[in-house]
């Protein structure tokens, strides 16, 4: 056995002691019977480009309230179990829909990476690149994903520790909020 496997798979008696707060969440999480669901099969993520990411927006009144209802719903989301948390998440991610817009393409310019290579890795990590005139929905959306996504993660995961599940939440929570600042539309509660 190699030093490298003896990280990855130590004897019962070499393992060090966990602390309580590493401690897995199995008695909490509510584990799923591992079935992924339409949308964890076809998962990709909506970005903007970094360069077209507002650091503030302007939003209708309509879109405001829009806006609003979609974050406070995700925050809703992030204080649910696991598995109805997805639930609410995909529902919303349907109710949200795609913005309007089109691909876009990764300028490659003063990149060791030619725009082929960009598009194949984008394509290898299921992202979406894209130019729109709602980047609120678009930023809101590429959220949604990524909290569905990890959230899935937790629903799967049998040996999570409760600590970095809760961090992970606290940071979609601060994100979430950053969008609210972003478009204008706190407080959410």
């Given at each position: 056995m190699?030093?490298?496997?003896r990280l990855l798979d130590p004897a019962p008696g070499d393992a060090p002691a966990a602390s309580p707060i590493d401690q897995p969440l199995r008695e909490t999480v509510a584990l799923s019977d591992g079935k992924l669901s339409g949308l964890e099969n076809n998962a990709w993520l909506d970005l903007?480009?970094?360069d077209?990411?507002?650091?503030?927006?302007?939003?209708?009144?309509?879109e405001r309230n829009r806006m609003h209802s979609v974050l406070r719903t995700l925050l809703e989301a992030l204080e649910l179990d696991h598995a109805a948390s997805v639930r609410k998440l995909e529902a919303l991610l349907l109710e949200l829909g795609k913005p309007d817009g089109l691909p876009a393409a990764v300028?490659?310019?003063?990149?060791?990476l030619t725009a082929f290579q960009a598009s194949d890795y984008d394509r290898y990590f299921r992202v979406n690149r894209l130019?729109?005139?709602?980047?609120?929905?678009a930023m809101a959306r590429s959220l949604i994903q990524t909290v569905h996504a990890v959230t899935a993660l937790f629903d799967r995961g049998k040996d999570l520790p409760a600590i970095h599940i809760r961090r992970q939440i606290e940071g979609f929570v601060s994100?979430?909020?950053?969008l609210a600042?972003?478009?204008g539309v706190e407080p959410l509660r």
């Amino acid at each position: 056995m190699t030093q490298h496997q003896r990280l990855l798979d130590p004897a019962p008696g070499d393992a060090p002691a966990a602390s309580p707060i590493d401690q897995p969440l199995r008695e909490t999480v509510a584990l799923s019977d591992g079935k992924l669901s339409g949308l964890e099969n076809n998962a990709w993520l909506d970005l903007l480009l970094p360069d077209k990411l507002p650091a503030e927006t302007t939003l209708t009144t309509a879109e405001r309230n829009r806006m609003h209802s979609v974050l406070r719903t995700l925050l809703e989301a992030l204080e649910l179990d696991h598995a109805a948390s997805v639930r609410k998440l995909e529902a919303l991610l349907l109710e949200l829909g795609k913005p309007d817009g089109l691909p876009a393409a990764v300028d490659t310019t003063g990149l060791p990476l030619t725009a082929f290579q960009a598009s194949d890795y984008d394509r290898y990590f299921r992202v979406n690149r894209l130019t729109t005139g709602e980047p609120a929905v678009a930023m809101a959306r590429s959220l949604i994903q990524t909290v569905h996504a990890v959230t899935a993660l937790f629903d799967r995961g049998k040996d999570l520790p409760a600590i970095h599940i809760r961090r992970q939440i606290e940071g979609f929570v601060s994100q979430t909020h950053l969008l609210a600042r972003t478009f204008g539309v706190e407080p959410l509660r």
